[in-house]
């Protein structure tokens, strides 16, 4: 079974910096691309970034390019974004999904998200 | 900036057809725009319900379908039931990037 746990969310001040995990399991992770998404609490969905297998291709919403970094250790079968000069419009719940097998081919599974709330 | 535009709201009958429809601000969407179709019910992740124009997962009922119709993806659902209900996002690759729709809220009445 096909399992995504995000971690790391939280309370954060203006500026400041924040590491989201996810946990992946239940299929070879190296086999698929990997995407952040984000949804504001009652609101829409909005891509974030993704990253292709082997970390060769990363992109990023113009929203966050510059700010937040994704990377993966498939070692560990984990997925990380590194989220930068945070903003409060940054607040959020981040999910965590998997691609498939490149990157511009969208999403099959999904986390349950891990909430980052960015204020002061 | 790329928009992609779903409608906001659409009303079935228990039973009925009901057609969404997803278009990219830049053109026709095609099948390299690579189109996915997510339903989220309140308090809940997103889940795929379609990928790659008309791909279905396993847990995806038979009823939902997946298309190009008139230079737009489209999601038709036949023989709708009322756990139906929910927010249906799409998603393209347009414009260069992955682009969300704003979400069709489909009430089943």
């Known amino acids: 079974e096909v399992q995504l746990v995000e971690s790391g969310g939280g309370l954060v001040q203006p500026g400041r910096s924040l590491r989201l995990s996810c946990a992946a399991s239940g299929f070879t992770f190296d086999d698929f691309a990997m995407h952040w998404v984000r949804q504001v609490p009652g609101k829409g969905l909005e891509w974030v970034s993704g990253?292709?297998?082997?970390?060769?291709?990363?992109a990023y919403a113009d929203s966050v390019k510059g700010r937040f970094t994704i990377s993966r250790d498939n070692g560990k079968s984990a997925l990380f974004l590194q989220m930068n000069s945070l903003r409060p419009e940054d607040t959020a719940l981040y999910y965590c999904s998997r691609g498939f097998n490149g990157l511009r081919l969208g999403m099959g599974y999904w986390g349950q998200g891990t909430l980052v709330t960015v204020s002061s | 900036q790329t928009v992609v535009t779903q409608e906001p709201s659409l009303t079935v009958s228990p039973g009925g057809t009901v057609t969404l429809t997803c278009a990219c601000s830049t053109g026709p969407v095609t099948s390299d725009y690579y189109p996915n179709w997510f339903q989220q019910k309140p308090g809940q992740a997103p889940r795929t319900l379609i990928y790659?124009?008309?791909n279905k997962h396993s847990w995806t009922p038979a009823r939902f379908s997946g298309s190009l119709l008139g230079g737009k993806a489209a999601l038709t659902l036949s023989g709708a039931q009322p756990e139906d209900e929910a927010e249906y996002y799409c998603?393209?690759?347009?414009?260069?990037?992955?682009?969300f729709g704003g979400g069709t809220k489909l009430t089943v009445l």
């Open positions: 790659l124009t008309n």
């Open positions: 998603l393209l690759y347009c414009g260069g990037a992955q682009v």
């Open positions: 990253i292709n297998w082997n970390s060769g291709y990363t």
